[in-house]
């Protein structure tokens, strides 16, 4: 199967049931565990963010990842209706100061960026869709 | 996510296992920051059966080790996987402390000194 989907709560606690299916489709397609690991964190900080800042409300909400093998490369869907954000848009974090200075603000998208390959962002039918994209070594 | 905190000389080790994450790195951030408060003034943290960190224990160790440094204390890691170890460097935090390959390094290199 080169794709799978699986809806999620908007709680944290469904980070962790959504790694276990990340780290099996990752055995399914043989990615490496640096693969599979840069993948989840990915989607971990992502998710970690909308779940903790992006609802208003305080209903449950319905996220709905997608994760696609496509040729040489890993597609991570994310849509949710959480209000708008755009993580290409967030402040970058700078990881060359030193300790007293740094602030962990910002490093959780800093991190899906650097892993990831490619991410784009857009707004639609009041939902935010953020694609990642990461290529495989062959 | 499991640890356990025992005392190694001058120096609290604490041996994570599973996972330091969103859900669980507030209960962590507590027990460490408790221990850096009335215990001595080394600390040294066993990764070596952590299998993830995200930004939220990033953020933990952070916290820890500026207090630390303000009772001029230090904190070390050891046994870090690959995969945590790639996270260090592009968070930019391999430099803010020392990293030991093993256990056994970081009891000799760094509790013991």
């Given at each position: 199967m080169n794709e799978i989907s699986v809806v999620l709560k908007n709680e944290v606690e469904e980070i962790e049931r959504l790694s276990e299916i990340v780290n099996e489709f990752g055995s399914e397609h043989n990615l490496s565990e640096e693969f599979v690991y840069a993948v989840n964190l990915a989607l971990d900080e992502i998710l970690t963010n909308t779940i903790s800042y992006g609802y208003l409300d305080k209903e449950a909400h319905e996220i709905t990842v997608t994760l696609r093998v496509q040729g040489n490369e890993l597609a991570a869907e994310v849509i949710d209706d959480a209000r708008a954000f755009d993580p290409l848009s967030a402040p970058k974090a700078d990881v060359n100061l030193p300790l007293e200075q740094r602030n962990v603000g910002g490093l959780g998208i800093?991190?899906?960026r650097t892993l990831m390959d490619e991410m784009t962002y857009r707004r639609e039918q009041d939902k935010n869709v953020l694609i990642m994209k990461k290529r495989i070594a062959s | 996510?499991?640890?356990?905190?025992?005392?190694?000389?001058?120096?609290?080790?604490?041996?994570?296992?599973?996972?330091?994450?969103?859900?669980?790195?507030?209960?962590?951030?507590?027990?460490?920051?408790?221990?850096?408060?009335?215990?001595?003034?080394?600390?040294?943290?066993?990764?070596?059966?952590l299998d993830y960190i995200s930004s939220a224990g990033l953020r933990v160790l952070l916290l820890a080790t500026r207090a630390l440094q303000e009772k001029e204390g230090k904190?070390?890691?050891?046994?870090?996987?690959?995969?945590?170890?790639?996270?260090?460097?592009?968070?930019?935090?391999?430099?803010?402390?020392?990293?030991?390959a093993s256990l056994e390094e970081a009891t000799t290199q760094f509790v013991k000194q």
């Open positions: 800093h991190l899906a | 996510m499991e640890t356990s905190q025992t005392q190694v000389g001058n120096a609290s080790v604490f041996a994570l296992k599973g996972r330091l994450d969103s859900k669980t790195s507030e209960a962590f951030e507590q027990q460490l920051l408790e221990a850096v408060k009335t215990g001595p003034q080394k600390v040294l943290l066993d990764f070596s059966q904190m070390a890691l050891c046994g870090l996987k690959p995969g945590l170890k790639n996270v260090f460097d592009i968070a930019g935090f391999s430099q803010f402390f020392p990293l030991y």
